[in-house]
């Protein structure tokens, strides 16, 4: 924004010929979003909570996430490569849209806010109940919490 500033102050013409060209920018060439090989449930709405209840001998590790957030873009291909290497029949890997389902979000206690330091949150789910949560919330205040492939193994497993 520093720069749109300084531009259009220096000269207002090259300050919209920027303007125009980031904004090209961001609409032709999106950051580009994980495509490898994963085995990860995507849950829609209420999905994600009745799967859980529904078979209580399965262990869920579950990502919250949105797509605008740029921390859940890049915790993606950690995710998906602990999927591939820790899921079993009893150990599954899922994903949910909070960005889309915020009823949901509200449900599992998950700020949604642009500013919230709670994307991603990553929950373990054993025996239909929730046993662990990364970032942890303390005093209504969400403690930072890295997410490496290390440190989620370390965590979860």
């Known amino acids: 924004m520093a720069n749109v500033f300084l531009f259009l102050r220096a000269e207002p013409l090259i300050g919209t010929i920027y303007v125009f060209l980031c904004v090209v920018h961001a609409v032709l060439l999106p950051e580009p979003a994980y495509s490898g090989p ?9 999905e994600l909570n009745d799967e859980i209840q529904r078979n209580k001998r399965i262990t869920w590790l579950v990502q919250f996430y949105t797509t605008w957030s740029p921390e859940c873009k890049h915790i993606a291909p950690v995710f998906a490569q602990l999927s591939e290497r ?3 029949p009893n150990l599954r890997f899922a994903k949910l849209d909070v960005g889309r389902w915020p009823k949901e979000a509200e449900r599992f206690r998950i700020n949604t806010h ?9 929950s373990l789910f054993k025996d239909g109940k929730e046993v662990m949560r990364r970032p942890t919330i303390q005093n209504k205040r969400a403690i930072p919490f890295v997410f490496t492939q ?8």
Do not use: D, H, W
């Not at 085995?39 to 209420?46: P, R």
């Not at 642009?114 to 990553?122: D, G, V, W």
């Open 38 to 46: 994963q085995k990860i449930t995507y849950f829609n709405g209420t």
């Open 114 to 122: 642009p500013a919230s330091r709670q994307l991603p949150t990553m």
């Open 86 to 88: 820790f899921a079993l």
């Open 150 to 157: 290390v440190r989620i193994i370390f965590e979860c497993f």
